[in-house]
Nanobody, 124 residues
């Protein structure tokens, strides 16, 4: 099994920055793809950014140029969020899965393991 634990959420004013982290424990060696998703109240969960074990990254259109996904050798996943907008307000989730091919995977059914989420609130 794989466990994911997010941290780093909080409240920030529009235009500000936040850095989210996701600690991976358990059978982390089986993970090939990791991603960040978010879900705002009343909306479906959407993919934000993804990364594979080689460091290849991909992003949702709404965050390109503002958010950066990365991971370290311990497979801790990060999401650096800059120029935040009020519409970025959501619960942010870390996700992971095993796969032969990762690039572009940003759909909920494509990920097997999920964290509990961390809240990000952006005020105007």
């Amino acid at each position: 099994q794989v466990q994911l634990l997010e941290s780093g959420g909080g409240s920030v004013q529009a235009g500000g920055s936040l850095r989210l982290s996701c600690a991976v424990s358990g059978y982390s060696y089986i993970i090939d793809c990791m991603a960040w998703f978010r879900q705002a109240p009343g909306k479906e969960r959407e993919g934000v950014a993804g990364i594979d074990v080689l460091g290849t990254t991909w992003y949702g259109d709404s965050v390109k140029g503002r958010f950066t996904i990365s991971q370290d050798n311990a497979k801790t996943l990060y999401l650096e969020m800059t120029r935040l907008k009020t519409e970025d307000t959501a619960m942010y989730y870390c996700a992971a899965t095993s796969a032969n091919y990762c690039t572009g995977r940003l759909l909920v059914p494509e990920y097997k393991y999920w964290g509990q989420g961390t809240q990000v609130t952006v005020s105007s």
